[in-house]
């Protein structure tokens, strides 16, 4: 597989993964697809001249995920756009994937669990809406980079992973890129964070179709709760709580605004 | 080698071949998810056709070699059902990630050629077996193969019975091993001594290997970490506590503390969830044994009395209940605390049963309630002969709650919700009985808003006028229920079932209409959805048959309603719709995407790619070199084009008729295990009398003899829609009724390939007419697949029927030709040189 770098790729590369039918046709018939605008990988002179090299193009393909991934697609806080240019994803992704990491899709990551797709991941951090001093608390830290970039719009995120694996990873890659506001917990995340309770914002993952009854209790009134259901193609539905000045509770899924357009296609 | 020892020789390697099948079909849907379990149905019908591609362009050198080759040939498959598995294993497959990683592609197309291998070797060692057995005892030789086939298919599912699926898969080795022990022991054989003590050592070898690959398989079974089970058994604490299995899936209980099942729970419980058990089948969650006792104030078990398919046994406490799918749910602990008199539990699988049982001991198993009744066996089945009458009905989706959520059920056969199994449910309601319906919430709608429909049709069909007075619908933020009352709720039922919404902060999506003010009913709105599309389903379902199918046929996605002739109630992606979605980009379509019909198109695109590549196109090879070199393809006279329209369509036919009739059959028989063993079994023993009928049928009977089989399959497509009014009667007599039904028509299928052989060019062109009955296998079941999810069962045996029109038309027109050069002889071909 060789990695292609003209402005040609990416659009074949789409291409190539929106159609599996495709995929598995150019595949039995022994070609190999390109990566996803991969770097090139020119001769360096010298390794630190291709690491800076490196960083240099991955940075330019964060910003080129930021506009043609996010911007275009109808994500407009500034907050969460800031976040999304400066984090780089590629430090949470398994090292093989390294050169997809600013793909259009979500990534394995081990134990089943995934990092969302770039997009999933703006839009869910629009709707949480972060701002500088807020606490939110996240139960399902997978990579951290959802953590991450909630830090990096200024919250103050407590974050709770239920694999012992993915937690100390996540940990010590979040220490590593500097992210001191970030705190990450191994632990079923059932009762929550109590000792910081109560938080202005919660992302929990809930596949089993409940809500540990303690986790509602420690959101603030006039919080929100996001809750993206996931499957194995990662988010699959997404469901915003609020709790209203009276604290009462009102859900309500969510379709993201650019499916809607998609959904009248269909008509 | 005597034909006796022949026949043994193919029958043992044609079991071995099948079984293996079957087994590699069972670990796929474990590995996997239970779509790419079709792999293994490709893998073997590939093999098929490569070998026959691969004898043609070697002829000259099969030719008076047959017996050696047959004796490596089996050898080697023996090897290779011993190593591929193994080697299998070590490719890093993962399925779900294909949509968008390339390198899965790779690994999927290494995944297939390495098990291919096996399915090539022992296909080629049957062919080579045919082609030893000369054109006079081609058709004995080919019953052998069919009846080994077929017993093959009840040798798995004995392994099955007796062995986990990675001892069983070796257990085919063994098989194996002997059909090469009898091909490889010497009987006076003339070759040189050093040979025959080779010989005599692999005979003792090989099967004494495949016994050790049973005792200790050189693999195991490695399950996707994006199932449920790797998940929770990676939990902190979590423990495997209980474990079986057999023919029907592999269960697995564990105990984790983080664990906890309560499907769409109210937001306003504030009570603490008590320890579970969660159940997996085939490594996917199905639910959870929820530990009693029930009698007593147990507050950990007050959750109960939060979910959405608790509610109508709070808003009607029952008398009697009866629970379908109950294994892993939650209805059984909720009827009996709401005071049911009699609970009756349906479940197909008794492994989940007997795994709850032995876990939870008699004491703390609801189950063992004395109050309760369980019934291993077919739901639909039940119904129809029950006299029994129900004041709660209620339905799990399918596989539980845990199977059903992510869309993977998208290509499977759904019996249990259908029009004709909402009716039956229907009837067995007492006066005022209500049936519930639970289903996942999904964004955009899909399950329940196909729920409404299906209930709709059933209402109409059982006489009810007024639907909108016997439909309401509750929802939580993850689930949803539907209660269908066909006498209608009264206003006293609604302001119950009100206040008990509203307790719950559940939303009364449907209430009845003209009993109570609307203001009575919804003080506000708790889960929000863009668009109110259940209230509008419902809507129009009540305000008549022509509204409803007016929002069906609007809506994005199929939701109308499913019918026994296409159960695919899992299924709501359109045909229509793919070009939309795929247009888009792939963050557009994703929470849309439906794995089960992608992964029937991509298998029968991919199928269709990879046979081509390696059955037909070395045969197209052979045609155009015979065109440039102005030569017979070696010596003989094959009429390449006939060949190809004859042995093509009825490989299609075959497949086309016995998929069709396994779908159908599920219902009758109950599971698609034992539909699947009973149809293979029933059509390759059959086919198996029916080619050895055919030594004593002229080949210029051809035409006749695919018209029959043409009108065999009219008459099932007739008769098999019909399978449900069977249901009634006693299980063996269905089962009985059922095969009597195929086994004509299997026969008559059986002749057409033997007869076609001695048509078609003799034993010159058996290896063509297996590559391209084999090309046609593999395309067929794909092709099945997908036809009857476009257009039902009845479509799929119409084409079979087609298809061996045209097989006999081509026949026909070859022998018509042949006369031309040279008169036939009546009873025996000789066509080929």
């Known amino acids: ?267 | 080698v005597t034909s006796g020892r022949l026949a043994l020789v193919v029958f043992l390697l044609s079991a071995a071949v099948l079984a293996f099948e079957v087994l590699l079909l069972r670990l796929f849907a474990i590995q996997y998810f239970h779509h790419f379990a079709y792999m293994a149905i490709g893998m073997a019908m590939l093999g098929f056709g490569a070998s026959g591609t691969f004898l043609t362009l070697m002829r000259t050198r099969v030719e008076g070699r047959e017996v050696p080759l047959l004796q490596v040939l089996a050898a080697l498959f023996v090897v290779a059902v011993l190593v591929t598995p193994r080697l299998a294993q070590e490719i890093a497959f993962e399925p779900t990630q294909i949509l968008w990683d390339v390198r899965e592609a790779r690994a999927l197309i290494l995944l297939y050629g390495t098990l291919t291998v096996p399915f090539l070797l022992g296909a080629a060692a049957l062919a080579v077996g045919l082609l030893a057995a000369g054109e006079d005892g081609l058709g004995r030789i080919y019953a052998a193969s069919l009846v080994g086939a077929g017993a093959g298919a009840g040798l798995a599912l004995l392994l099955l019975t007796l062995l986990p699926v990675e001892r069983a898969l070796a257990g085919t080795a063994v098989v194996a091993g002997a059909g090469a022990a009898v091909a490889l022991a010497p009987v006076r054989r003339p070759a040189a001594s050093g040979f025959r003590f080779l010989y005599g050592l692999l005979a003792l070898l090989l099967p004494a290997l495949g016994v050790l690959a049973v005792v200790s398989p050189p693999w195991s079974v490695n399950v996707s970490p994006f199932k449920g089970l790797p998940q929770v058994e990676s939990f902190a604490g979590a423990q495997r506590v209980g474990e079986a299995s057999g023919p029907l899936g592999w269960v697995v209980a564990v105990e984790a503390p983080p664990f906890h099942h309560a499907p769409g729970l109210s937001l306003a419980f504030s009570g603490t969830l008590p320890r579970q058990v969660a159940l997996f089948l085939d490594g996917s969650i199905v639910g959870a044994a929820t530990p009693g006792p029930l009698v007593g104030a147990r507050d950990d078990l007050a959750f109960l009395d939060w979910l959405p398919s608790s509610i109508p046994f709070l808003l009607f406490p029952p008398q009697q209940v009866l629970v379908l799918g109950a294994a892993g749910g939650t209805e059984v602990p909720v009827a009996l605390r709401a005071g049911a008199e009699a609970v009756v539990a349906v479940e197909l699988n008794p492994l989940l049963l007997e795994l709850q049982e032995r876990i939870l001991g008699q004491d703390r198993n609801p189950f063992g309630d004395p109050r309760v009744t369980v019934h291993v066996g077919d739901a639909r089945a039940f119904l129809s002969r029950t006299p029994r009458r129900f004041g709660v009905v209620t339905l799990a989706p399918l596989g539980g709650f845990g199977a059903a959520a992510a869309g993977v059920y998208g290509a499977g056969e759904d019996y249990l919700n259908t029009v004709e199994a909402y009716r039956s449910y229907l009837r067995v309601l007492a006066p005022g009985g209500v049936l519930a319906v639970s289903r996942w919430v999904r964004n955009p709608p899909r399950d329940m808003v196909k729920a409404i429909f299906t209930a709709d049709e059933a209402l109409r069909a059982e006489g009810v006028a007024e639907v909108g007075r016997a439909l309401a619908l509750v929802r939580s933020w993850s689930t949803a229920t539907l209660l269908v009352k066909p006498d209608g709720f009264e206003a006293e039922d609604l302001r119950r079932l009100a206040a008990l919404a509203g307790e719950r902060m559940f939303d009364l999506d449907w209430p009845p209409p003209g009993l109570l003010p609307d203001d009575v009913l919804s003080p506000r709105a708790f889960h929000l959805l863009d668009d109110p599309v259940f209230r509008g389903a419902a809507a129009s379902a009540a305000a008549g048959p022509e509204r409803a199918r007016a929002f069906a046929e609007a809506y994005p996605f199929n939701v109308a309603a499913a019918t026994d002739d296409r159960p695919y109630f899992g299924r709501f992606l359109r045909l229509r719709s793919l070009p939309v979605l795929l247009r888009e980009e792939r963050g557009g379509w994703l929470p849309f995407a439906e794995w089960g019909s992608f992964a029937v198109v991509a298998t029968l695109v991919q199928s269709t790619v990879m046979a081509l590549l390696l059955i037909l196109l070395p045969g197209l090879w052979i045609g155009v070199r015979r065109i440039f070199r102005g030569r017979k393809v070696q010596g003989a006279t094959v009429p390449l084009g006939s060949s190809t329209v004859y042995f093509g369509a009825i490989g299609l036919a075959y497949l086309l008729v016995e998929i069709a009739a396994i779908q159908k059959l599920i219902l009758v028989l109950g599971h698609p295990v034992y539909a699947a063993s009973a149809v293979l079994g029933t059509f390759l023993l059959l086919s198996g009398v029916g080619s050895v009928a055919s030594e004593r049928l002229a080949p210029s009977r051809v035409l006749p003899a695919c018209l029959l089989a043409a009108a065999g399959a009219l008459v099932l497509a007739l008769i098999l829609p019909l399978a449900g009014v069977t249901m009634g009667l006693p299980g063996p007599i269905r089962t009985i009724l059922a095969l009597v039904l195929l086994a004509p028509v299997a026969g008559v299928m059986g002749v057409l390939f033997p007869l076609g052989v001695r048509l078609l060019g003799g034993k010159s062109g058996l290896p063509w007419a297996w590559a391209v009955n084999g090309f046609a296998s593999v395309v067929a079941v794909s092709l099945a697949a997908f036809l009857a999810m476009e257009a039902g069962s009845r479509a799929v045996l119409l084409l079979g029927a087609g298809c061996y029109v045209l097989a006999g038309v081509a026949g026909w027109t070859a022998l018509h030709r042949a006369r031309i050069t040279r008169p036939l002889r009546p009873g025996h071909d000789n066509c080929s040189t």
């Open chain 1, 1 to 267: 597989m060789s990695p292609v770098a003209t402005e040609e790729a990416p659009l074949l590369t789409r291409t190539l993964a929106v159609n599996p039918i495709l995929i598995l046709v150019l595949a039995a018939g022994g070609l190999s697809a390109p990566s996803v605008s991969g770097p090139s990988s020119p001769p360096a002179a010298n390794a630190a001249e291709a690491g800076l090299q490196e960083l240099d193009d991955l940075r330019r393909e964060r910003l080129r995920m930021v506009r043609i991934q996010i911007l275009a697609k109808g994500v407009r806080d500034p907050a969460t756009l800031e976040a999304m240019r400066t984090v780089a994803r590629e430090e949470f992704v398994l090292p093989r994937d390294r050169d997809r990491a600013y793909g259009d899709h979500p990534l394995a990551i081990g134990f089943g669990q995934s990092i969302s797709q770039p997009y999933m991941v703006a839009y869910m951090t629009e709707q949480i809406r972060p701002r500088p001093g807020m606490r939110i608390l996240e139960v399902g830290t997978g990579s951290g980079y959802q953590a991450a970039i909630l830090a990096e719009a200024g919250a103050r995120v407590y974050t709770i992973e239920i694999f012992e694996e993915l937690a100390r990873t996540a940990d010590e890659r979040l220490r590593r890129l500097g992210y001191s506001d970030v705190e990450v917990r191994h632990g079923d995340g059932y009762q929550g964070w109590e000792e910081e309770a109560p938080f202005d914002a919660i992302m929990v993952t809930a596949a089993a179709g409940y809500l540990p009854p303690p986790l509602l209790e420690q959101l603030r009134v006039g919080g929100r709760m996001l809750i993206p259901v996931g499957s194995v193609y990662g988010v699959q539905n997404l469901v915003l709580v609020e709790k209203g000045e009276d604290g009462e509770l009102t859900t309500q899924a969510l379709l993201p605004v650019r499916f809607v357009p998609l959904l009248r296609g269909l008509h």
